[in-house]
């Protein structure tokens, strides 16, 4: 069965700081994985995603994730945070036995101080 | 365009009363989806519309009934809700149900309506 873990419920660093965000799944088949970020009283938004391409996945606003696949894991991460991207942010795998249902993590909320 | 418009944004309902939440897509997307997001949670998967039928229930009460009229429009049809049914309703596409996940075919959700039941 698939799920997805999210190490830590909660991130705080500092501007400027690094950021890494941990993610570790389960998934019987070769897994879709993603991130996507949920700011306040927002949508989601795609940030990147991972589909047995390159495992180094460059996205959007300078975040990018490796998936090992030898470790399950697809951690998220950005050389130097900024104020704005305090947010809460979801890993998500799916696969094809999953049919079309995605599986979330429960979510980071990462903050970030000035 | 990566765009999937919901309105509207915030929704209060008594329990008696009937709405309708909407969500629309031009990026040709033939897989839609309502999902519910309780503060502080992840999003959980309502339905699943493919080719405008729907494919996946998730269980939900018959007080939601989704409606699909065309492969842009997505509608969730509220009646007679709970006060625990307040939440963020998301509406999300995808481009082909079939293969969804797989090589370049992502979900992309629009902003959601916020629904308080009073």
């Known amino acids: 069965a698939q799920s997805v873990t999210q190490l830590d419920s909660h991130v705080s660093v500092s501007e400027g700081t690094p950021v890494l965000l941990r993610c570790n799944y389960s998934s019987s088949y070769s897994p879709s994985l993603f991130w996507y970020v949920q700011h306040p009283n927002k949508g989601l938004q795609l940030l990147l995603k991972?589909?047995?391409?390159?495992?180094l996945v460059k996205g959007i606003n300078g975040f990018e994730a490796e998936f090992k696949k030898s470790e399950t894991s697809f951690h998220l991460t950005k050389p130097s945070a900024h104020m704005s991207d305090a947010a809460e942010y979801f890993c998500?795998?799916?696969?094809?036995?999953?049919?079309?249902?995605?599986?979330f993590g429960k979510g980071t909320t990462l903050s970030v101080s000035s | 365009d990566t765009e999937v418009t919901q309105t509207p944004k915030h929704l209060v309902m008594g329990m008696t009363n009937k709405k309708s939440l909407k969500c629309e897509q031009h990026m040709g997307h033939r897989a839609m989806y309502w999902y519910k997001q309780k503060a502080k949670k992840p999003p959980e998967l309502m339905f699943v519309y493919s080719y405008e039928k729907l494919s996946i229930n998730e269980s939900v009460p018959s007080r939601f009934s989704p409606e699909c009229p065309n492969s842009s429009l997505l509608n969730l049809h509220l009646h007679a809700l709970q006060p625990e049914d307040s939440a963020l309703y998301l509406c999300?596409?995808?481009?082909?149900?079939?293969?969804?996940?797989?090589?370049?075919?992502?979900?992309?959700f629009g902003e959601g309506s916020w629904l308080t039941v009073v």
């Open positions: 999300a596409s995808s481009q082909d149900p079939g293969t969804q996940a797989l090589v370049g075919n992502t979900i992309y």
């Open positions: 998500v795998v799916s696969d094809q036995q999953a049919g079309t249902a995605l599986i």
């Open positions: 991972y589909t047995s391409a390159a495992t």
